[in-house]
């Protein structure tokens, strides 16, 4: 079995950005009958038929479920340049963060 992640950028980005998602659809040459799994939380509709024919897949079928996702807690903090690691130490803090998962994004690299 072969999984692809983020599956909708071969059909979107291809060759431009990163020219070896074009190279994909050999796997399915060279492996024949093997099964494809690809995942996508953001893939529009017009893409899932480039992608079937892209990956050279005859049978594909298609789940999809909602992007509502009452159990994940979205947030947007500002902060000031200066105090970052500060907010953050403080936001870490709380208690009802303490033990949870969490994602935090940045602007750039260098705020990173």
């Given at each position: 079995?072969?999984?692809?992640d983020e599956?909708?950028?071969?059909s979107e980005w291809g060759s431009d950005f990163r020219p070896d998602y074009s190279k994909i659809c050999n796997i399915t040459k060279?492996?024949?009958g093997i099964r494809v799994l690809g995942m996508s939380a953001t893939i529009p509709p017009e893409a899932r038929d480039d992608l079937t024919y892209r990956l050279k897949i005859p049978l594909c079928y298609y789940f999809q479920s909602s992007s509502n996702r009452p159990n994940l807690k979205y947030e947007v903090l500002t902060?000031?340049?200066?105090?970052i690691c500060s907010d953050i130490c403080k936001y870490l803090g709380e208690k009802e963060l303490s033990e949870?998962?969490?994602?935090i994004y940045c602007q750039t690299i260098k705020s990173a």
């Open positions: 079995m072969m999984v692809i599956v909708h950028c071969i060279m492996f024949e902060t000031k340049q200066n105090d949870a998962p969490g994602i």
